[in-house]
């Protein structure tokens, strides 16, 4: 099986609804209500769109690398359309918030903000950054290597981050040690997707274990294993390693059935129904 821009697109469905639902019923401190469930590990494990969004970006753009080749110029693009979108949705945000007031003005903060250097704005804004710095190293993918001198590259930074990680403490507070601390979190996801990617590897797992693709009835169940995985072993930064390509192959195999869930998992219908939801989210609380 190789990952299509269909299977891309009902990937990255799942991955918006996960954001959705983490959002919407994770935080019980921010709505007031007494729905136990709210918040519960199972709700908090959705939080997987993330290392989900980093796995098919890493994937995404090793995938444009074996067409196009890797330059500078073409990340230099890339970073100008990551920037222009994200200032598309930041401007209007701060220039409102410090009309009405919610922010004081302030230059240098601003600044900090539309750089991606700091979240202080809108704290769910802090992934813009790190996909910033993950496109600038995306470079490194340049390096000419086997799939075992790439595995062994990855192993070598894993063990690396995490004794690096657990060494350092790291103050979110200080924006170089903040960049460096999601980065040693969140690195070895994006190579595994650029692994992945490279080497085909969706590729050999049908050609040897053809029965985990062929079998629709495992589909829920490798969507479901990661969530709880993610919920009850949360070892951020090393289970996601394992549990988002077997999600992936969760959500691709899920769609085959067609109809409509195939059509429930496309980008378009997600972002109807994320709009739906945040309405009802405001009549249900």
């Known amino acids: 099986m190789n990952l299509t821009k269909d299977h891309s697109i009902q990937i990255k469905g799942a991955a918006i609804l996960c954001m959705m639902l983490f959002h919407l019923f994770g935080f019980p401190e921010r709505i007031s209500t007494s729905a136990w469930w709210m918040g519960m590990p199972i709700i908090k494990a959705l939080q997987i769109c993330v290392p989900i969004y980093l796995f098919m970006a890493g994937y995404g753009l090793q995938c444009v690398a074996k067409k196009e080749g890797i330059t500078w110029r073409i990340i230099g693009k890339r970073l100008k359309k990551l920037y222009l979108s994200f200032w598309w949705v930041a401007v209007p945000f701060i220039t409102i918030g410090c009309i009405i007031g919610y922010y004081a003005f302030n230059a240098e903060t601003v600044f900090y903000n539309l750089l991606g250097l700091t979240a202080s704005c809108n704290g769910e804004w802090w992934f813009f950054s790190l996909y910033a710095e993950l496109l600038v190293l995306f470079y490194i993918s340049k390096i000419k290597l086997g799939w075992k001198g790439y595995l062994l590259l990855m192993l ?5 981050t995490r004794a690096l990680n657990g060494v350092l403490r790291l103050d979110d507070g200080i924006i170089v040690e903040r960049h460096l601390k999601m980065l040693l979190i969140d690195l070895n996801v994006f190579m595994l997707g650029c692994f992945f990617a490279k080497f085909d590897i969706f590729g050999w797992l049908n050609e040897q274990y053809f029965w985990l693709y062929k079998k629709t009835w495992l589909a829920p169940l490798f ?23 077997i999600f992936c192959v969760g959500i691709v195999n899920i769609c085959k059935t067609g109809g409509g869930v195939k059509s429930y998992f496309s980008l378009e219908n997600i972002q109807r129904t994320f709009g739906l939801s945040i309405h009802s989210s405001f009549f249900i609380f």
């Open 156 to 160: 070598g930074l894993l063990i690396f």
């Open 223 to 245: 969507i479901l294993i990661p969530i709880l995985v993610r919920a009850y072993l949360p070892l951020i930064g090393i289970t996601e390693l394992l549990i988002v390509p």
